[in-house]
């Protein structure tokens, strides 16, 4: 079976940090990535998506991707409080997701 | 607004019963996912539905059933035969069912089976 994995965390980091969030996929055919935030009790909603190798921007959020290494990775500059929540990495082929990495972001 | 609409919120059923739970969207996607997720875990998937009247098994498809009659709507029945139904049930919707089609997902429904 594909898989996605993540470190489920959590992850903590002061405000104003980077926060760093990792996704490895296991198949190699995979061309798109997406990056989704759940709030505690909350549906998830789509931050980011790549589909080529190098890095995205926007605003504050990077999705970085490399193809060779099958990883793709989030990073949260000038982390703040209200990004505390679980991020959802999925690989799209066939639309499984990872388990999920928690970050909590203290003030 | 567009948007995909999942009800009721909270669904409370006696075990043995079968439920159904309702997912709506009025976004004209082509595609409908159903996903479970269980607490402190990712999300599974459940079924999908790329078109009208066509469907297939997820991850975990066992105990459960779903129709896609029209373009608007993709029920899921949670059936007496899955064994730990109580869970956070997701539905989502893309445009189109391709590799590069980002998911808009629905609030959720929190099943509880007593």
């Known amino acids: 079976q594909k898989e996605v994995e993540q470190n489920s965390g959590p992850l903590s980091v002061p405000e104003g940090a980077i926060a760093s969030l990792n996704c490895t996929y296991s198949?190699?055919?995979?061309?798109?990535f997406f990056w989704y935030r759940q709030y505690s009790g909350k549906s998830p909603e789509l931050i980011m998506f790549?589909?080529?190798?190098g890095d995205k921007e926007d605003g504050r959020f990077t999705a970085q991707l490399n193809k060779a290494s099958q990883y793709v990775s989030l990073l949260i500059r000038d982390s703040q409080p209200s990004d505390s929540a679980t991020y959802l990495c999925?690989?799209?082929?066939?639309?499984?997701f990872g388990a999920g990495t928690r970050l909590t972001v203290k003030p | 607004d567009g948007g995909i609409t999942q009800s009721p919120k909270y669904l409370f059923r006696k075990e043995g019963q079968n439920v159904t739970l309702s997912c709506e969207q009025n976004?004209?996607?082509?595609?409908m996912y159903w996903y479970r997720q269980d607490p402190g875990q990712g999300l599974r998937l459940i079924y999908y539905?790329?078109?009208?009247?066509?469907?297939q098994k997820g991850d975990i498809a066992e105990g459960y059933s779903v129709s896609r009659e029209k373009k608007e709507s993709f029920p899921l029945t949670v059936t007496s035969a899955q064994k730990n139904p109580t869970a956070f049930y997701l539905c989502?919707?893309?445009?189109?069912?391709?590799?590069?089609?980002?998911?808009?997902f629905g609030n959720g429904t929190r099943l509880t089976v007593t």
């Open positions: 790549i589909y080529s190798n």
């Open positions: 976004l004209n996607h082509d595609a």
């Open positions: 539905s790329q078109i009208v009247n066509d469907f």
């Open positions: 198949d190699r055919g995979s061309q798109s």
């Open positions: 989502a919707s893309s445009p189109w069912a391709g590799r590069d089609s980002p998911l808009h």
């Open positions: 999925a690989v799209n082929n066939d639309m499984r």
